[in-house]
């Protein structure tokens, strides 16, 4: 798992079923510190997360059909936790 | 899952059978705003995409899982089209 920034959504119209009804979040890896890491992704949101949000993303297949309660699929990077608060080294930050 | 644009089709008349009727499209891989980044990607194409389109695509072994029949050696799998994506304002600190 890893601490990503919701930055957007994706609009898809046509999609593989098993895609179907779920909100697509555009997410953006960050460090604890809010800086960006790394690529966005696109992930199914599964804790109602909504934009500027600091979420937790699940990033294996196995997970993801857990969390979404259904049988493996082309589903992999699931938006799995809204983030409260994050402590590093023992101070809250 | 990641974006990508289609850049072409690839086809191979000798394949695994497991890829029976599947098209294999050629994919450059690309930023959310659509500029191209990294290198091209070949793809099993589960929404009919067409060439010029913005897709997204799942990677590794979920890829495999798109296909009705998930035992087949898929390593990427495009699974929608984008309509739109609607970027939030927001800056990082580190981004600056």
């Not at chain 1, 994706?10 to 800086?35: F, M, S, Y």
């Not at chain 2, 394949?15 to 959310?32: E, H, S, Y």
Request: hydrophobic share 45%; glycine share 12%.
């Amino acid at each position: 798992m890893f601490l990503a920034r919701v930055i957007g959504e994706v609009v898809a119209t046509i999609k593989h079923g098993d895609l179907g009804g779920q909100k697509l979040l555009l997410v953006q890896p960050v460090t604890p510190e809010d800086a960006v890491t790394g690529k966005p992704s696109i992930a199914v949101d599964a804790a109602d997360a909504g934009p500027g949000d600091l979420v937790l993303v699940a990033d294996e297949g196995n997970m993801a059909a857990q969390v979404l309660q259904r049988s493996r699929g082309p589903i992999r990077t699931v938006v799995v936790g809204v983030v409260d608060q994050v402590e590093v080294g023992g101070a809250a930050g | 899952m990641h974006f990508a644009r289609v850049v072409g089709t690839v086809v191979c008349s000798t394949r695994v059978p497991a890829w029976t009727g599947q098209r294999t499209l050629l994919l450059q891989p690309t930023d959310p705003e659509g500029n191209a980044q990294g290198r091209w990607v070949v793809a099993v194409d589960l929404v009919s995409a067409a060439q010029g389109q913005r897709v997204f695509y799942v990677r590794g072994r979920e890829a495999a899982n798109a296909l009705a029949d998930p035992d087949n050696p898929a390593d990427a799998a495009i699974v929608g089209i984008v309509d739109a994506v609607w970027a939030h304002a927001w800056t990082a600190p580190g981004d600056s």
